[in-house]
């Protein structure tokens, strides 16, 4: 992470070394500054200072080494636990399939998000609640 956080300084002084050459361009081809693509490269650099800068409290806030900041490390050391998921559950693709009918009835037809939304809450209780019913019960 802390070389994430330096690449991020390195990125937001170019922007304000890039910057500066752009306003010296501008003024030498117009005469004038050209304001837009100023503040836009301005606010590049800007949001290049705070990633690097949210980066490097994020590393002093953890207390330790990650395991991708160390070279000797293996692939498994940072292999963190991310929850249970059934492997067999039909219900996020019916959940997928119903936001899509869901967005194309907001281009098409809004009628068509009235049914999607019907279908939407029954894929939601269907995949919170599988696990009280049937082979898996709890």
């Not at 306003?23 to 690097?52: D, H, K, M, Q, R």
């Not at 409290?57 to 249970?84: C, K, W, Y």
């Not at 919170?128 to 082979?135: L, N, P, T």
């Amino acid at each position: 992470m802390r070389a994430n956080r330096n690449v991020f300084w390195i990125l937001a002084g170019f922007f304000l070394l890039a910057d500066a050459v752009y306003i010296f361009w501008s003024l030498v081809s117009y005469g004038e500054v050209e304001w837009v693509g100023t503040i836009g490269i301005a606010l590049a650099a800007i949001l290049g200072g705070f990633i690097a800068f949210y980066l490097g409290r994020v590393h002093s806030a953890q207390g330790g080494e990650l395991p991708e900041d160390v070279l000797t490390s293996n692939i498994d050391d940072g292999d963190p636990e991310m929850g249970f998921y059934s492997p067999w559950s039909w219900w996020p693709i019916i959940l997928g399939g119903a936001l899509a009918i869901f967005v194309t009835g907001l281009a098409i037809g809004t009628w068509i998000s009235f049914i999607a939304v019907g279908l939407i809450l029954i894929a939601i209780v269907g995949w919170v609640y599988e696990y009280y019913r049937g082979f898996f019960a709890r």
